[in-house]
């Protein structure tokens, strides 16, 4: 029931920005599907104790993976699949806190959530460039086997 | 016209068009390089950043410059220019065809209408309230303060055309809002609510683009694009603090 709920929101989440960004419309439908794998891959590192950081890092990672795949199956550029499915990621809770707490002049609780922010922002981008990287690696045994 | 003035034109154009809308440097170069080399030129040189392309041809001796001032979201037109690109590769359109797409392209966009685009932000502000853990009974606040705020970014964006301010006012009618519902009873959980509300500002093509950027190596774009996500994240964090500041 949980996970129906986790999928079915990632999926409209996602859409829903894909709308926004206005990306073409027969790349919408993959493109919500790359966002529940990219959110199911996050939930999965989360509830295995992952931690914030290697969390983020296997859902960008996901993320960036099966957006390359989408990307070359549609034959379509890669940042329409990845941008929206990435909002979900992007660490607001811990921005908004961080923000709250400056209000408040709580200033040390505030650097401490920005830290927090910058880390998963790294880790994002780790997993992007990890995907990358496996991608290149990909082609390039591919194309030396032929 | 002579074909060699053509060429850059029309390679300009594409790349103007694709950064202006959103596309990534990586991308955008190699889409630009591809068009020059399918039109016949060798060794086409390009240097872009998100502020304006450089281009010559060094066989010919002719370059040209093009300064990119307006800077929106359009992922169709990134898309539209590429399958365009792939067209002129395979040779179903002759380079004139292909620069006059263009030029059709660049004034007329198939927009999703503001309704739904409306609805797709309280989409978004209510499914990842739910996602980071709200409660049911936050539904409606949530919806209504992400309507609101994505409704004043909107047309701020779109009417008035000044940056920044369309996400820090927009953030503040969503502090607002959910302040507001809070005390009248119509939700629970100011915090689940505000962040909910503020997902569809997020900047997500700028951070997405600048960490490819760097990436990919095109320093001066990836750090421009940090700066202008900073600076959207900061807009937005400003509107929420003034809203806890003052009531």
């Given at each position: 029931?949980?996970i129906?709920?986790?999928v079915?929101?990632?999926?409209l989440a996602t859409?829903g920005?894909g709308?926004?960004?206005?990306?073409?419309?027969r790349a919408?439908?993959s493109?919500?599907?790359?966002g529940?794998?990219?959110w199911?891959a996050?939930l999965f590192?989360w509830?295995?104790?992952?931690?914030?950081?290697l969390?983020?890092?296997?859902?960008?990672?996901v993320?960036?993976?099966?957006?390359?795949?989408?990307?070359r199956?549609?034959?379509m550029?890669?940042?329409?699949f990845n941008i929206?499915?990435l909002?979900?990621l992007?660490?607001?809770?811990?921005a908004?806190k961080a923000?709250r707490s400056?209000a408040a002049?709580?200033d040390?609780?505030?650097?401490?959530?920005l830290?927090q922010?910058?880390m998963?922002?790294?880790s994002i981008?780790?997993g992007f460039?990890?995907s990358?990287?496996?991608?290149?690696?990909?082609f390039?045994l591919r194309?030396s086997?032929k | 016209m002579?074909r060699?003035?053509q060429?850059i034109?029309?390679?300009l154009?594409?790349g103007?068009?694709?950064?202006e809308?959103?596309?990534?440097?990586?991308?955008v170069d190699d889409?630009m390089?591809?068009i020059?080399?399918?039109?016949g030129?060798?060794d086409?040189?390009?240097?872009?950043?998100?502020?304006g392309?450089?281009?010559s041809?060094?066989?010919k001796?002719?370059s040209?410059?093009?300064p990119i001032?307006?800077?929106t979201?359009?992922l169709?037109?990134?898309?539209?220019v590429?399958?365009?690109?792939?067209?002129?590769?395979?040779?179903?359109?002759s380079?004139?065809?292909?620069r006059?797409?263009?030029?059709k392209?660049n004034v007329?966009?198939?927009?999703?209408?503001f309704?739904?685009?409306?609805v797709a932000?309280?989409?978004?502000?209510?499914?990842?309230?739910?996602?980071y853990g709200g409660a049911?009974q936050?539904?409606f606040?949530?919806a209504?303060?992400?309507?609101?705020?994505?409704?004043c970014?909107?047309?701020?964006?779109?009417?008035?055309q000044?940056?920044?301010?369309s996400?820090?006012?927009g953030?503040?009618l969503?502090?607002i809002?959910?302040?507001?519902?809070?005390r009248?009873?119509?939700?629970?959980q100011?915090?689940?609510?505000?962040?909910?509300?503020v997902m569809?500002?997020?900047?997500g093509v700028p951070i997405t683009?600048?960490?490819?950027d760097?990436?990919?190596?095109?320093?001066?774009s990836?750090?421009?694009r940090a700066?202008?996500?900073l600076l959207s994240a900061?807009?937005?964090?400003?509107g929420i603090?003034f809203v806890?500041r003052?009531?």
């Amino acid at each position: 029931m949980v996970i129906l709920l986790h999928v079915s929101c990632s999926y409209l989440a996602t859409l829903g920005f894909g709308i926004i960004l206005n990306i073409p419309h027969r790349a919408l439908n993959s493109c919500g599907w790359v966002g529940v794998l990219g959110w199911m891959a996050y939930l999965f590192a989360w509830h295995l104790h992952a931690g914030t950081m290697l969390s983020n890092v296997t859902g960008a990672l996901v993320i960036g993976l099966s957006s390359m795949v989408m990307a070359r199956r549609l034959k379509m550029p890669m940042i329409l699949f990845n941008i929206p499915s990435l909002v979900p990621l992007v660490p607001g809770g811990q921005a908004y806190k961080a923000v709250r707490s400056f209000a408040a002049g709580n200033d040390l609780g505030a650097i401490d959530y920005l830290v927090q922010v910058t880390m998963i922002a790294g880790s994002i981008a780790m997993g992007f460039f990890i995907s990358e990287l496996v991608a290149r690696a990909y082609f390039r045994l591919r194309a030396s086997g032929k | 016209m002579e074909r060699d003035d053509q060429i850059i034109e029309t390679v300009l154009l594409a790349g103007k068009i694709m950064i202006e809308n959103g596309a990534d440097m990586a991308r955008v170069d190699d889409t630009m390089t591809r068009i020059a080399r399918n039109a016949g030129i060798k060794d086409p040189k390009i240097f872009e950043t998100t502020t304006g392309i450089l281009m010559s041809l060094p066989e010919k001796r002719a370059s040209q410059v093009e300064p990119i001032q307006k800077r929106t979201i359009d992922l169709e037109k990134v898309s539209s220019v590429n399958q365009q690109s792939r067209a002129f590769q395979k040779g179903q359109i002759s380079l004139q065809e292909f620069r006059d797409s263009l030029i059709k392209l660049n004034v007329t966009s198939p927009f999703f209408s503001f309704w739904l685009q409306l609805v797709a932000a309280t989409v978004i502000s209510v499914t990842l309230m739910l996602m980071y853990g709200g409660a049911w009974q936050d539904m409606f606040a949530t919806a209504l303060a992400g309507g609101f705020g994505y409704s004043c970014y909107y047309f701020i964006n779109n009417r008035l055309q000044v940056r920044f301010v369309s996400e820090f006012l927009g953030a503040f009618l969503i502090g607002i809002t959910a302040v507001l519902c809070v005390r009248w009873g119509a939700g629970n959980q100011i915090d689940m609510i505000t962040i909910g509300g503020v997902m569809p500002l997020v900047p997500g093509v700028p951070i997405t683009n600048a960490v490819r950027d760097v990436f990919a190596g095109h320093f001066l774009s990836g750090m421009a694009r940090a700066l202008e996500s900073l600076l959207s994240a900061c807009a937005i964090g400003m509107g929420i603090a003034f809203v806890f500041r003052f009531m």
